[in-house]
């Protein structure tokens, strides 16, 4: 059964930075691209980053300039780099496909949060 293991959250300042890692049970994100999602308390689940069809990167407003995705397909993992880390940033982060296609069964998360 297809696995997702988030880890990387904690607790920082902000202006922090955190790097979160997705690890997947083999090539599970096949033959669609990944994502990171996130939902903060009293918020729906929103997309955060991810690929296009075409494997550009894509970013949400609200961490464009911030956030990076990458991946390591040698490892099966993919990174969500969080720098300038804000308090609205606060939320738990989860790793899947893309939105729009088959989605595998949610992982635990990760949690984030910015506080002073």
């Known amino acids: 059964q297809a696995q997702l293991l988030e880890s990387g959250g904690g607790l920082v300042q902000p202006g922090e930075s955190l790097r979160l890692s997705c690890a997947a049970s083999?090539?599970?994100?096949?033959?669609?691209?990944p994502a990171w999602y996130r939902q903060a308390p009293g918020k729906q689940r929103e997309l955060v980053a991810g690929?296009?069809?075409?494997?550009?990167?894509t970013y949400a407003d609200s961490v464009k300039g911030r956030f990076t995705i990458t991946t390591d397909n040698a490892k099966n993992t993919l990174y969500l780099l969080m720098n300038s880390l804000k308090p609205e940033d606060t939320a738990v982060y989860y790793c899947?496909?893309?939105?729009?296609?088959?989605?595998?069964?949610w992982g635990q998360g990760t949690q984030v949060t910015v506080s002073a």
């Open positions: 083999g090539s599970i994100f096949s033959p669609y691209n």
């Open positions: 899947n496909r893309r939105p729009g296609v088959p989605l595998l069964q």
């Open positions: 690929f296009t069809v075409t494997g550009a990167t």
